[in-house]
């Protein structure tokens, strides 16, 4: 069974940074697909970034220049460094995989989710 924890998340003012960890089990890590995405309340959950077995990565426009998604096979884990934090970026964070090696960037073509970890970025 496929497990997904996320951590890192926390409260952090307008400029800073933080980084998020997925770690995962339950299946050989290095060979699928990995990806973040976020919720606000009120609204669909939004794709952040992704990154595929192979290291490719694939961002949303929002995040791009200010957000890098980084795995570590060795530690079954994902990372989301996210630096210049602005209010909007204020979310629960969601790590997900899918059933494939390759990026994907909505919902749907995901398959497993983790629990989520709230982002708060005062002003």
């Known amino acids: 069974q496929v497990q997904l924890v996320e951590s890192g998340g926390g409260l952090v003012q307008t400029g800073g940074s933080l980084r998020l960890s997925c770690a995962a089990s339950?299946?050989?890590?290095?060979?699928?697909?990995m990806g973040w995405f976020r919720q606000t309340p009120g609204k669909e959950r939004e794709f952040v970034a992704a990154?595929?077995?192979?290291?490719?990565?694939y961002y949303a426009d929002a995040v791009k220049g200010r957000f890098t998604i980084s795995r570590d096979n060795a530690k079954n884990t994902v990372y989301l460094q996210m630096n210049s934090l602005k209010p909007e970026d204020t979310a629960v964070y969601y790590c997900a995989t899918r059933d494939s090696g390759f990026v994907a960037h909505t919902l749907e073509r995901f398959d497993y989710w983790g629990q989520g970890t709230q982002v708060t970025v005062s002003s």
């Open positions: 339950g299946r050989a890590f290095s060979r699928y697909a």
């Open positions: 990154i595929s077995w192979s290291a490719i990565t």
